[in-house]
């Protein structure tokens, strides 16, 4: 992945199981290895990026948080499975999607809880606007799969296109958008 903070961009490499997370200045050119963990969903906030270790230890991802020159590096939060197709933090809350074996669901965790919440709704890629969740469906079959939207809670999910197979969501601004893979931008 690659994640942009101020004059900065951030990017996460692997050569076969060899992880890192790099930082490079975008004035200078200079490049700066912050850690050695698989980091994936950085978020920025002040002065720490809060990130998913996906290689933490067998079957179990890592919520960290550290400062912004990959130092003090910290736990906050384990889970078993959870890694994600997308990330969000809203106030002390974050919002993913859990990754099980079976089946994709919108999770959240507030800091300083010692368990998520599961809303059971499941979903794929993500994005949050405002207070809802707009997500792809992925069904068996792409005439059942769909573009939805939800609130925070999971609750209220409604359908807002249908017969689609989605690759990636994303936001500008107020919009939402969302690339199929017969190569159509939708909105």
Same mark, same amino acid.
């Given at each position: 992945?690659?994640?942009?903070?101020?004059?900065?961009?951030?990017?996460?490499?692997?050569?076969?199981?060899?992880?890192?997370?790099?930082?490079?200045?975008?004035?200078?050119?200079?490049?700066?290895?912050?850690?050695?963990?698989?980091?994936?969903?950085?978020?920025?906030?002040?002065?720490?990026?809060?990130?998913?270790?996906?290689?933490?230890?067998?079957?179990?991802?890592?919520?960290?948080?550290?400062?912004?020159?990959?130092?003090?590096?910290?736990?906050?939060?384990?889970?078993?499975?959870?890694?994600?197709?997308?990330?969000?933090?809203?106030?002390?809350?974050?919002?993913?999607?859990?990754?099980?074996?079976?089946?994709?669901?919108?999770?959240?965790?507030?800091?300083?809880?010692?368990?998520?919440?599961?809303? *059971?709704?499941?979903?794929?890629?993500?994005?949050?606007? @405002? !207070?809802? /969740? $707009? =997500?792809?469906?992925?069904?068996?079959?792409?005439?059942?799969?769909?573009?939805?939207?939800?609130?925070?809670?999971?609750?209220?999910?409604?359908?807002?296109?249908? *017969?689609?197979?989605?690759?990636?969501?994303?936001?500008? @601004? !107020?919009? /939402? $958008? =969302?690339?199929?893979?017969?190569?159509?931008?939708?909105?």
């Amino acid at each position: 992945g690659v994640w942009f903070n101020g004059d900065y961009m951030y990017y996460s490499t692997f050569i076969l199981t060899n992880y890192a997370l790099f930082r490079m200045d975008m004035k200078t050119g200079e490049i700066v290895k912050l850690c050695s963990d698989r980091c994936e969903s950085l978020i920025f906030e002040n002065d720490s990026i809060y990130f998913i270790d996906t290689n933490a230890s067998p079957a179990k991802n890592v919520l960290k948080k550290m400062n912004l020159d990959g130092t003090n590096v910290q736990d906050v939060f384990t889970s078993e499975n959870m890694h994600i197709t997308g990330m969000q933090k809203i106030g002390n809350t974050f919002y993913f999607v859990r990754n099980p074996l079976t089946y994709k669901t919108l999770c959240s965790y507030t800091l300083g809880e010692s368990k998520m919440v599961n809303t *059971g709704e499941k979903m794929f890629e993500m994005v949050i606007v @405002g !207070n809802k /969740v $707009y =997500y792809y469906y992925e069904a068996s079959t792409v005439a059942n799969s769909a573009l939805k939207r939800c609130n925070l809670d999971g609750s209220n999910a409604e359908t807002l296109v249908s *017969g689609v197979q989605i690759n990636d969501i994303f936001v500008d @601004g !107020n919009n /939402v $958008y =969302y690339s199929s893979t017969e190569g159509a931008i939708g909105t």
